[in-house]
């Protein structure tokens, strides 16, 4: 039974810092592009981080540079996405999505994923 499940989502105030954490289940994460996203009220989703299939490549969409780290833990079949420094304008459903193969030379888009999560909500708010 595959399965990605996000979690570490909730309500932070502006410069404050989640861990979001994507666990997969029924197949080694490892193996596959593992891709941030998120959607905004109002906003088309967007995608966030990307880990490639192999090898240590990552991809960051601009406005989260510097503030965003994605990265694996094989043991514990997880990729984890460290948000730091948040401002009102992360707020969103955050999801991570799988590819089989993907090398992260560009942020992809979401019809470029193969499997998702359902999402877990991120509000920065004072």
């Known amino acids: 039974q595959w399965q990605l499940a996000e979690s570490g989502g909730g309500s932070v105030e502006p410069g404050g810092s989640l861990r979001l954490s994507c666990v997969a289940s029924?197949?080694?994460?490892?193996?596959?592009?593992v891709v941030w996203f998120r959607q905004a009220p109002g906003k088309e989703r967007e995608g966030v981080s990307c880990l490639a299939s192999s090898g240590p490549s990552t991809r960051y969409l601009d406005s989260v540079k510097g503030r965003f780290t994605v990265a694996r833990d094989n043991a514990k079949n997880t990729v984890y996405l460290q948000m730091d420094r948040l401002n009102p304008e992360d707020t969103a459903v955050y999801f991570c999505?799988?590819?089989?193969?993907?090398?992260?030379?560009?942020?992809?888009?979401?019809?470029?994923?193969?499997?998702w999560g359902t999402g877990t909500q991120v509000t920065v708010s004072s």
């Open positions: 029924g197949f080694l994460l490892e193996q596959y592009a």
């Open positions: 999505a799988i590819r089989s193969v993907h090398f992260c030379s560009y942020v992809p888009r979401e019809g470029e994923m193969d499997f």
